[in-house]
């Protein structure tokens, strides 16, 4: 079993009344064929309100599981993964939606947009999917990660970088408890992989969220607060 | 809605393909439904307009063309008169002729005869109109062929002749021919073959009229319908020897009717087949093009009931407003089409067919979407691609 350090994120950062997420003796096991994979082996992990942790390893390593599980789109063989406290193995399919809309949020490769929507409602559809009639301002949410200039642009008429950030703006309208990053510069070249992981950094403290980001591109872990090697489903200190 | 309604407007131009394959098969249910109830009035209006509740025929005699082959009698008459339930009891004569106008044009007719003081008998501005042997009513369709009242009508081959003295107030026609109403007895002198040339007189008909008809007319004393009448057909039947079938029945006797209208039913449910399947198969590949969009908006927790109830709106909006748009159409169409065709556009079956076209294209997508409810959103993590 492999146990990561906790270090404190940025002075000021620190949400007491939010826990973040909590992962502890988690394993995960896929069938592959006749075989039986261990996607995740004995994780224990916390990543605080206000931390950036990274996580890199080569592809097949188990990132995307460890996505997946405390996204809370897949339930964990063994062990337990908690969010704000919340013990998503005890959820109801239905619940977990639910939860994921209401305390997790995805920031996905290429930023993964809806094509039909602006960029202002991307974030209204979130705000919309949560059943809210209360009034959301988008321009400032917007203007968090330096998008509100684009508000009326749809996907294919922004550049990668910029897809992202309305993908992290998606992703923390909802003010949610744990930001999980997917690979967020796979697509763009270093100066604006710089920009989005630099607006992460940014956003994480600032939101006071636990951010755990999935990357391949060692160019942007200095941003982070933590980094986090993962070999065949388990999980070292960098 | 949200995303529906957006989604239909950026992606316009593929749901406007869509939308026209909709519109015309609306177009072409619309055209099918009106030359289905012209088809319909064309073949049986003459039976539908009749204040009969059903007709008893002679005994055995088949559905093809009953009307030909069906004899009956006074006697026979008399026996379904006495029966309960039966207000009325009529001697019905049918027979399609040739005539002609005095200027030689061809003028067919169904010639139906009733007694002129019966239930059967057609009033012209509301009087009986049949008052001399000659005299006939035709259907109000008949003056499209040219013919007015006071014109004389000549029967083919026997020269007999009918003086026009009105026309109904609808179109009455039976086997496609426009109906013409004159005495039984007139009828009868006709349908024995020894009718003379000229006016037909009192005295030739109380020498030569049969004092057979087609079939036997009932009216009952309470109910539209031959179900709801009470009337005792078994028991009836049996008394005076015929075979009773209902009114709705009676116009599968009418020549052709019945080839006509199942052809023109079979083309139709056809169409709407084509339609469930052009939308399902058009929402199955919509919905397998957005697969990975729909798996991103399940990741961050949008609801499979949101996503189901967006697809079918985009479902409804495109078959209600299309459809709309196609049936819009072929009441233009209908308009224009020349009196010749029979057409007829009536607000139910066009109304019903629409209705019917947006029921079957929504279970079509219905079918597609729910794949929706299949999708992992795992699949919205690069690594599970």
Known sequence: MTTSTVPTPAAGAADTSRTGLVMSGVSLELGDGDRIVRALDSVDLVVRPGELVAVVGPSGAGKSSLLAVAGALTSPTSGTATVHGHDLASLSARRRARFRLEEIGFVFQSGNLVPALTVADQLRLVHHLRGRRDAFDVTRALEQVGMAHKADRRPHELSGGERQRVGIARALATHPSLLLVDEPTSALDRARSQDVVALLRERTERASVATVMVTHDHDVLHHCHRVLTMEDGRLLAA | ?385
């Open chain 2, 1 to 385: 809605m949200f995303l529906a309604l957006r989604a239909l407007a950026f992606q316009r131009s593929r749901f406007l393909l869509v939308g026209l394959v909709i519109g015309l098969l609306a177009l072409l249910t619309v055209m099918l439904s009106g030359l289905s109830s012209g088809l319909v009035n064309d073949g049986v209006s003459g039976l539908k307009n009749l204040p009969v509740t059903a007709m008893a025929f002679s005994a055995g005699t088949k559905t093809d063309n009953a009307f030909s082959q069906s004899v009956v009698d006074e006697k026979q008459r008399a026996a379904w008169a006495g029966q309960p339930q039966v207000a009325d009891a009529q001697l019905l004569g049918v027979s399609i002729v040739n005539t002609r106008k005095a200027d030689a044009t061809p003028v067919d007719l169904t010639l139906f005869g009733v007694a002129p003081d019966s239930f059967l008998a057609p009033k012209v501005d509301g009087r009986p109109a049949l008052t001399e042997p000659g005299d006939v009513v035709l259907s109000a369709t008949a003056r499209k062929t040219g013919v007015r009242v006071g014109d004389v009508l000549t029967l083919d081959r026997v020269g007999t002749t009918l003086r026009v003295v009105g026309f109904t107030a609808q179109q009455d026609t039976f086997g496609h021919v426009d109906v013409g109403y004159l005495p039984l007895r007139t009828w009868q002198y006709i349908a024995s073959g020894r009718s003379a040339a000229g006016a037909p007189t009192a005295a030739a008909i109380a020498a030569d009229a049969l004092d057979t008809a087609s079939v036997v007319a009932l009216r009952s004393a309470a109910g539209s319908t031959l179900a709801a009448s009470g009337i005792d057909v078994a028991a009836g039947d049996q008394a005076a020897d015929t075979t009773t079938r209902s009114l709705q029945a009676t116009f599968a006797s009418s020549p052709g009717y019945t080839a006509e209208t199942t052809t023109i039913s079979m083309i139709t449910a056809f169409l709407y087949v084509i339609a469930a399947l052009v939308i399902g198969a058009f929402f199955t590949v919509w919905t397998v093009q957005r697969q990975h969009e729909l798996a991103v908006l399940r990741a961050v927790g949008a609801p499979t009931g949101f996503l189901l109830r967006d697809g079918l709106t985009q479902a409804a909006v495109l078959l209600v407003t299309f459809t709309a748009v196609g049936a819009g159409i072929g009441l233009g169409l209908g308009a224009l089409i020349p009196d010749g065709v029979p057409f007829a556009l009536e607000a139910a079956p066009v109304a019903g067919a629409a209705v019917l076209m947006i029921t079957l294209g929504l279970v079509g997508a219905g079918l597609a979407v729910l794949r929706i409810a299949r999708i992992d959103p795992l699949t919205a993590l690069g690594g599970q691609r």
